[in-house]
């Protein structure tokens, strides 16, 4: 029998902590589906759009600087990190994505998971219900930034997960 739990980081609100150990078990799932990924399937341009499984890695991570980053550390995002220099031509919506760095599949693993660590790391103080306002002047709770970096990396990572699957080939 196995036991699954969650590992809630330590030194968090535990309600911080709760929502950031589930977001970082959601990436450890979608990245156990992946398995070996070839060198040459990380910038192949699929689907009607040509989305590679490179451009949503560099996405994801961008999106965490951020949400994390930008609003709710009050960071500028200036100078922009390599995420957010590649995400200047990238857009989800309008379905526009550059072709990304020919990087093996495990630096961008690397990246996604370097970034998520230090910034994480930066959440120590925050509670949950603290509320940040953006640029544009939304204003947003800890809690909902990171509930929806747990959907975000959940939709993401099921779409690499298909763009990596045979059905894609």
């Not at 709760?18 to 699929?46: F, I, N």
């Not at 996604?112 to 940040?132: I, K």
């Not at 002047?137 to 990396?153: C, E, K, S, Y």
Request: aromatic share 8%.
């Amino acid at each position: 029998m196995t036991r699954y739990d969650l590992h809630p980081p330590e030194g968090l609100d535990p309600d911080v902590a709760l929502l950031v150990g589930a977001w970082l078990d959601g990436t450890r799932e979608w990245l156990g589906e992946v398995g070996e990924v070839p060198d040459a399937r990380v910038t192949q341009r699929l689907g009607a759009h040509g989305v590679s499984v490179g451009a949503l890695l560099m996405h994801m991570v961008d999106c965490d600087e951020g949400w994390i980053g930008e609003t709710l550390l009050g960071g500028s995002g200036d100078p922009p990190t390599v995420a957010g220099a590649f995400c200047r031509d990238l857009s989800v919506d309008d379905r526009t994505f550059p072709d990304p760095p020919a990087w093996p599949f495990a630096e961008y693993v690397r990246l996604l998971q370097d970034t998520r660590a230090a910034l994480v790391a930066r959440l120590v103080g925050l509670r949950a219900d603290d509320e940040r306002t953006s640029r544009s002047g939304n204003v947003f709770t800890v809690r909902w930034v990171l509930a929806h970096l747990v959907q975000h990396d959940s939709y993401h990572g099921g779409q690499i997960v298909l763009l990596l699957s045979d059905f894609a080939s």
